[in-house]
């Protein structure tokens, strides 16, 4: 069952499995269970192999393959339980403590007066006595304006235990911070005054990493010295040396938009260039043996300083561990298979960090050289010629294509648009690319900085390429929005049909058409869905209101936010978007409205059979009497009318608390309510709340 070419492709999806599973099922009991499994399976194996002959247990391959299937699953299980810290006994958020020790574990970012970082606990103060704890926390510090602190990675400074838990999404289609963040093992977040934490002066942090990130520090101000523009500093600082410096939104966009955005992470291209080079200023090596090991081991160690330099990102490390398998098999003259050695890189890093299966850039980092493997050359065999530049231009197209198509999927899913210029962007940018990278490391060398108006211009004569690009009609399909399920018919339809074409095979190609059509039919059926849509949805937010009257692919927009807010960007916008709701409308509590089936009018509202009495500072000390029935009662604006004075006949099932309310008016609100029998929904701190007027 396991042959040895593809040992590791073989072991990669049970412990694929066993990782996902019990990310999303986090109970420290199912530790004890796999250990014992993963125990009790190990044993088995054991004694299978020591009595093989005996036995004859080569018999019964099919029960040793399910055996090694449960092995790795089990360890995949329990790598990921053990890997989550708040699983652990001694997590900090478990223990009571009035202090807390931390260490800096990252390299701390500042923005205006506030600076953030990730922070390791490393023990707690309870009294007079220090404890030992364990987990993660973000903490942001708000500094002091005359004297502000200075920290960077490996820092311990002591903090008060003052933490929350991270926040869910409460809109819809809102990004989920918090499975953003427990994905990296963190769970729990604080904010600090810098008067309220105590540093001991103290730095334990790895010290190969201190140095690696001293030294880009140096390199980055190299390039603040030699590069004028703020923008090429930017995007020089991002492609180079991985450091995350603050490009403009139309810089961003535009690569976004010409599906080139993967030239601003450092990946496996860049790594890939790096080695080229280095194999260029080694030839001398090759002479013989020896001196080919010798040239492996300086490769493999300047690669892996370029990858510790970057922050080890998993695209990096993939290809660093992909170069280094094979340079390494090169040298020893052994045979070497990529898919094992991708699926090794994989597996390596997973079992550091069995949460990195839930990290994008990791996922579209491996989809993507699995399509060069495996489709660029059947890609390229598609045309022949007999010119070497049409042939190179071919070659390149080929590779474009093949990453383009097999992430497609799963960048549709996830950043819901799709660049119709990809090609001709991604054949553009691959001479600047490979020019920006030799001219980026060679002009922080001294001899070489008379390059930098050189590699200047090359980054602000790209950047200018791709806004063109970006600006072309029809650049980029967006608000493509698919769910979960239409994403995994999309990907095994694409997947067969690849796989169809590829073996001839036309039951498979038939199966990858049925897929595709029932893709489709899921997507015509969202589509019916939104053009008959009625429904109103009351945002969630921390100090705004915002309520979206839905009809059709039409909204009325009631909300004190203007479309630049970025919580009306964050927050709304994708709750929209995802409804292929394509015309927006904002109005305001200020003025009465009428548009078609919405009427905003003396503190009223109807939309349809929907009818909403609004409460705000405008009825502050007045009385409602008369006799009327509301679907809900919608409190808003901190008002101080008085409930208890409105007159009986007024009748409503629902009272909806906003944002714009104060901590304290809305417990009295909500408590009224709930001693009234009356149904509450409060938009801060809780989900959004759904009408929905059409079945």
Known sequence: MFKSEYVFVRILFPFLLGSCVFY??????????????????????????????????????????????????????????????????????????????????????????????????????????????????LIAVKLDGLNPIELKYGDVIIVPATYTEIEPSYNPAEFDFKAWLGSQNIYHQAFIDQDHIVSNKNNIGNPIIKMALSLREKQVAKYRNLIKSDEAF?????????????????TLSAYSKTGTIHALSVSGAHVAIIYVV??????????????????????????WGYALLTGLSPSVVRSAVMISILITAKVLSKQ???????????????????????????????????????LQPKIYNLLYTEHIWLDKLWSFTAMSLAAQLVTFPLSIYYFHQFPLYFLFANLFITIPLVLMMYL??????????????????????????????????????????????????????????IYALAKFNKRLLF????????????????????????????????????????????AVLVSDLSAEDKNYNFSIVPALTQLQVNKIRF?????????????????????????????????????????????????????????????????????????????????????????NEIDVH?????????VQLTQ
Not at 278 to 292: A, S, V
Not at 347 to 357: D, E, T
Not at 683 to 689: H, M
């Open 234 to 250: 930017a995007v020089a600082s991002t492609l180079i040396l991985g450091y995350r410096a603050d490009l403009s939104k139309e």
């Open 587 to 675: 109005i305001s509590f200020n003025k009465d409205t009428v548009l078609g089936q919405f009427v905003l009018k003396n503190n009223q509202i109807a939309f349809f059979n929907y009818k909403m009495l609004l409460i705000d500072e405008n009825l502050n000390d007045k009385n409602i009497d008369g006799n009327a029935t509301f679907s809900s009662i919608w409190l808003s604006g901190n008002t101080k009318f008085n409930l208890a004075k409105m007159d009986l006949d007024i009748k409503y099932k629902t009272a909806i608390i906003d944002a714009t309310n104060k901590d304290y008016k809305i417990q009295l609100l909500k408590k009224y309510m709930e001693n």
């Open 511 to 554: 199966s990858s058409l049925m897929l595709f059509v029932c893709y489709q039919l899921l997507v015509v059926h969202d589509d019916l869905n939104a053009f008959h849509q009625r429904k109103i949805i009351f945002f969630s937010l921390r100090k705004n209101y915002a309520t979206a009257f839905i009809n059709g692919k039409e």
């Open 336 to 374: 070497t298979n990529s898919y094992n050695i991708l699926a090794f890189s994989a597996f390596c890093q997973l079992v550091y960090n069995p949460f990195l299966i839930l990290d994008v850039g990791f996922q579209l980092s491996y989809l993507a050289v699995f399509g060069l493997i495996y």
């Open 440 to 497: 980026g490391i060679a002009v922080l060398i001294p001899a070489f900085r008379f390059l930098a108006p050189v590699f200047e211009w090359i980054i602000n004569f790209t950047n200018a390429v791709l806004k063109w690009i970006a600006n072309l009609p029809y650049a980029s399909f967006s608000s493509i929005w698919i769910n979960l399920p239409e994403f995994v018919l999309l990907s095994l339809s694409l997947g067969l049909f």
């Open 682 to 690: 409060v938009l801060k701190k809780n989900k959004a709340y759904l």
């Open 278 to 303: 280095l194999d260029f200023l080694f030839f001398f090596l090759n002479k013989n043996r020896p001196l080919r090991i010798v040239k492996l081991l300086l490769i493999c160690t300047l690669i």
């Open 24 to 137: 999303f099922f986090p109970k420290s009991v199912y530790i004890q269970l796999w250990a014992s499994v993963l125990l009790a399976v190990i044993l088995s194996i054991l004694l299978l192999n020591i009595t093989y002959k005996k036995l004859s247990v080569y018999r019964y391959k099919g029960a040793v393959g399910i055996l090694i299937f449960i092995l790795f699953l089990s360890l995949g299980a329990l790598l990921c339980l053990l890997h989550n810290e708040s699983l652990n006994q001694n997590y900090f958020a478990k223990v009571q403590c009035s202090y807390l020790k931390v260490e800096v574990i990252n390299e701390p970012q500042k923005s205006s007066n506030i600076i953030r970082f990730k922070a390791k606990v490393v023990s707690g103060f309870q009294k007079d006595k220090q404890i030992r704890l364990s987990g993660q926390m």
